[in-house]
RNA sequence: GGCGAGGUAGCAAAGUGGUAAUGCACUGGUCUGCAAAACCGGUAUGCGCGGGUUCAAUUCCCGCCCUCGCCUCCA
């Protein structure tokens, strides 16, 4: 695969080519999940993006270096720790679990290295020293770390926010008045160190500074510095975050080493939920858990979570997820006609290059989706020969690697677990269609579709399929 | 107020300076006793509104309306 992934780029507002610094591995970071509750399917579509670009990048032929971190000490898991008498280790644990089981279901790629807040504390204390030697952070009188803003002079280029423009608008009131900012030398600077506070409980770490514990901008930085130096290929969160935990990120880490840190940036949009934002503090988010007890599985969501252009809001309905259904279905029948007894190799696109063409432009899923359909609308699988129909097998498997999509059964394919009583009424009827009694075999199926099952009538014969 | 994204068929969602992919839903036909499945078709003279540029705009430019996000923890 010669061709390379191209992306837009936050900062540069550009549409450029993914390649990477070193020539060989594409390395790059993503701000992973607060671990205090399970994650949203907003969450998730972020993650199902990125690990979208991280599978066509590597299907394009480069490795790549996927870092992801897990935020576990932070006013919400410090507060619910507290809340539910565990200790924060214990609490966050708990939830990072909860996490990777659902990832796992998704079929997210585990990141290759995924660091912890608490497990890098001395990492974050080296920067925030570095910061004060350079003359770019300042200890407040409370024993608390602030990073200087107005000693970065590119501070706002990634969101585009001038100086005087910052924290003018709604949230001025509120910050004015909270306690905390009357240590600041400004109000934009931002936290490095908070200094501890009776409501953190055991949850505090020493410093020279006195106890407390890290502001939650700085152990991206920290950790980014740790496994991806002080330049990577890409970094990659929700758009939310570009605004400040990115722009902070990039002050922190500019100002305390020589590299220009992330090279490229890529940030996904959010998912709506009937045309509103979805999130923790509204309440009407829905987690991967109660889609699936509504019957969905975890690959009809994944479907629709990939089914809208990543930069662009996607609304998420229940409707959506049956249409997910519909189409993962034909999928899995038109991979069935394509299956001639040989197992697929999917090292190529095949006649599936325009989708492939249009997936490495900007990660256009929805676009190459489309292309898949249209492509096996007109190549007909059923008619091709084995050689054809093995070559398009490839392709297919190759494009559904690439989206970390895996079909599913086929759902009208014949019940085996067909109980005894069922299968009696099913001859029954069959019986009363061979006598042409067609008010009768009409009554018996009406009695089994009442009960759940569908009976489906070949020439020799007839299947039970479930409902 | 500042910054940003978006308004395309019933729903969802791509895309293009030359007259609109795709999925779902709906619908006609073949098949079937009738269905289901499968297969073959159909369904936006139209791409928020008003101007402009052009031989030609949904696609470029200007203005306007509306929706959403960020500016405070947030994927």
């Known amino acids: 695969m010669p061709a390379h992934l191209t992306l837009h780029d936050t900062l540069t507002r550009t549409d450029r080519e993914v390649t990477p610094l070193d020539g060989k591995t594409l390395r790059f970071y993503c701000c992973g999940p607060t671990v205090y509750g399970p994650a949203h399917i907003g969450n998730f579509r972020t993650f199902v993006a990125q690990d979208v670009m991280r599978r066509v990048v590597e299907a394009s032929g480069t490795p790549t270096l996927h870092v992801r971190n897990i935020t576990d000490v932070d006013d919400k898991t410090i507060r619910d720790s507290l809340k539910a008498g565990q200790s924060l280790l214990e609490f966050t644990q708990g939830w990072t679990a909860k996490f990777h089981a659902d990832c796992d279901a998704l079929n997210l790629l585990r990141p ?17 020293e570095k910061l004060i030697a350079n003359g770019h952070a300042y200890a407040a009188a409370d024993g608390s770390v602030y990073f200087r803003v107005s000693s970065y002079k590119d ?13 003018l608008g709604a949230s001025e009131a509120a910050s004015a008045t909270d306690s905390d900012e009357y240590t600041k030398d400004s109000l934009t600077d931002f ?6 506070k009776p409501e953190d409980g055991a949850n505090f770490w020493p410093s020279s500074w006195g106890e407390g514990r890290p502001g939650w901008h700085l152990e991206c930085s920290a950790m980014i510095l740790e496994y991806l130096g002080e330049d990577f290929d890409l970094h990659s969160g929700g758009v939310d975050l570009i605004f400040p935990h990115h722009e902070n990120e990039i002050a922190q880490s500019c100002c305390s080493t020589h ?11 959010h998912l709506m939920v009937d045309g509103g934002k979805m999130s923790k503090s509204i309440g009407n988010l829905y987690t ?9 599985s975890a690959v009809e969501v994944r479907y629709v979570l990939i089914s809208g252009h990543y930069s662009t809001p996607l609304n998420f309905t229940m409707h959506s997820l049956d249409s997910a259904r519909q189409a993962l279905q034909k999928l899995a029948k038109a991979d069935k006609a394509l299956d001639r007894g040989t197992a697929p190799i999917p090292a190529a696109p095949g006649p599936f290059a325009e989708a ?3 997936l490495l432009k900007d990660l256009n899923v929805p676009g190459a989706l489309g292309s898949i359909f249209g492509t096996l609308n007109k190549l007909k699988p059923a008619a091709l020969s084995a050689d054809e129909s093995a070559n398009t097998r490839n392709g297919l498997h190759f494009m559904l690697q690439a989206l970390g999509i895996t079909l599913p059964a086929i759902m009208d394919e014949a019940a085996t677990d067909v109980p005894a009583a069922i299968q009696s009424l099913a001859q029954q009827r069959w019986a009363a269609k061979q006598a042409k009694d067609w008010a009768a075999a009409d009554t018996l199926r009406k009695q089994l579709e009442a009960s759940g099952w569908l009976i489906k009538d070949s020439k020799e014969g007839f299947t039970v399929v479930a409902k």
């Not at 290759?112 to 925030?128: G, L, N, R």
């Not at 936290?191 to 501890?196: F, G, P, S």
């Open 356 to 358: 492939w063409d249009t």
């Open 155 to 167: 501070y706002g280029k990634l969101s585009h926010l001038e100086d005087r423009e910052l924290r």
């Open 288 to 296: 991967l858990e109660d889609l699936t007890k509504r019957g969905y």
């Open 112 to 128: 290759h290295t995924e660091p912890s807040a608490v497990a890098h504390i001395p990492h974050q204390i080296a920067m925030i």
């Open 191 to 196: 936290a490095l160190w908070k200094a501890r």
């Open 259 to 269: 590299g220009k840190f992330a090279h490229h940036w890529m940030h996904v949009a």
